[in-house]
């Protein structure tokens, strides 16, 4: 324990056979990012890879490139800054986002009938609906980090929130000028303590906290 923790999506090790990833690359990735995180090496060596996994370095080649080409992982090249000393380092954002995509289309509650119109009236695409890192990134105006990829797949996937929910707490915090997961965070755990689970609900709760009659 003393040398540390590694972090693995439970999602990876849950669902890794219907993402059509053998043991050999999940346990690719899991070294990957135990180097990053206990180690601090963002792009460690065949030959580092070798001694763990106990694989050829041709065949870890073949691994990383496949791995790469199906978007799960990528390199970032660059500079240090104020210094001409160049890195490569591995990138997990394509794994995180393929992870929560999954989890958000294996939980996706069937909906019956067309999309509540005020639920989109403040720009939202209905298309969109389906995909709601779509709609964070959007509203967020930049890439989602691996953290908030995970974050929106635990609303999902551990606390069982609606999408509808999750989509009308973004908008509230955008009509609040309070577009920060926190804030979002706040909201939906207010809502589950008051047995808000719907957009209906949500009405209904606003009206009364509006109207004073909040108990």
Do not use: C
């Not at 849950?14 to 135990?34: F, G, K, N, P, W």
């Not at 551990?158 to 909201?187: C, N, T, W």
């Amino acid at each position: 324990m003393e040398a540390g923790v590694v972090t693995i999506p439970y999602v990876l090790l849950r669902h890794y056979r219907s993402l059509h990833l053998s043991d050999t690359e999940v346990m690719l990735l899991i070294q990957l990012l135990a180097f990053r995180q206990a180690e601090h090496n963002d792009f460690p060596t065949l030959d580092e890879l070798m001694e763990r996994m106990d694989l050829p370095a041709e065949t870890l080649g073949k691994m990383l490139q496949k791995l790469m080409q199906e978007g799960w992982i990528s390199i970032e090249s660059g500079s240090y800054e104020q210094s001409d000393v160049q890195y490569d380092r591995y990138q997990f954002t394509g794994l995180y986002r393929k992870l929560a995509e999954y989890v958000a289309a294996e939980r996706r509650p069937a909906l019956g009938g067309e999309p509540d119109d005020d639920l989109f009236s403040a720009g939202y695409d209905p298309e969109d609906k389906r995909n709601l890192f779509t709609i964070f990134e959007r509203e967020f105006g930049r890439p989602l980090s691996p953290m908030e990829f995970e974050t929106i797949s635990g609303w999902v996937d551990q606390d069982k929130y609606p999408e509808d929910l999750i989509l009308m707490a973004l908008k509230e915090s955008v009509f609040a000028g309070k577009v920060h997961f926190r804030y979002i965070d706040r909201i939906l755990l207010e809502w589950e303590r008051n047995r808000v689970r719907s957009a209906e609900d949500v009405k209904a709760y606003t009206q009364k906290f509006r109207t004073g009659g909040r108990s």
